[in-house]
């Protein structure tokens, strides 16, 4: 089993920036696909952005690309979401998740969140205008 926490959101302004950070422990993240989605009150959760085993491909939701980075240390066992020019339509609580083992080697990139069976408690992140 792992757990997963992550941390850095907060209140940022339009226009700035925020990392967040998602902590593994338990068990290494090394062998799987790891992924961010956000969710709102009264919204489904939505993926954000997912980074293959290794780093070596990423995958990242139409209303976030060329603002947000997903990248992995796996030596830290930690993911992490850099998220630049903020709006407030970024505002949401963010989770971190590790996709199920089977998508691990895959070509097929999991986006829906019954694709991935660990979650984080998420982190806030409010994008004030």
């Known amino acids: 089993q792992v757990q997963l926490v992550e941390s850095g959101g907060g209140l940022v302004q339009a226009g700035g920036s925020l990392r967040l950070s998602c902590a593994a422990s338990?068990?290494?993240?090394?062998?799987?696909?790891m992924g961010w989605f956000r969710q709102t009150p009264g919204k489904e959760r939505e993926f954000v952005a997912s980074?293959?085993?290794?780093?070596?491909?990423?995958y990242y939701a139409d209303s976030v690309k060329g603002r947000f980075t997903i990248s992995r240390d796996d030596a830290k066992n930690t993911v992490y979401l850099q998220m630049n020019s903020l709006n407030p339509e970024d505002t949401a609580d963010y989770y971190c998740?590790?996709?199920?083992?089977?998508?691990?080697?895959?070509?097929?990139?999991?986006?829906?969140?019954?694709?991935?069976?660990?979650w984080g408690q998420g982190t806030q992140v409010t994008v004030s205008s």
């Open positions: 338990g068990r290494g993240i090394s062998n799987y696909v």
């Open positions: 980074i293959s085993r290794g780093g070596g491909s990423t």
């Open positions: 998740a590790r996709a199920r083992t089977g998508y691990s080697g895959s070509r097929y990139t999991p986006r829906l969140s019954v694709e991935y069976d660990y």
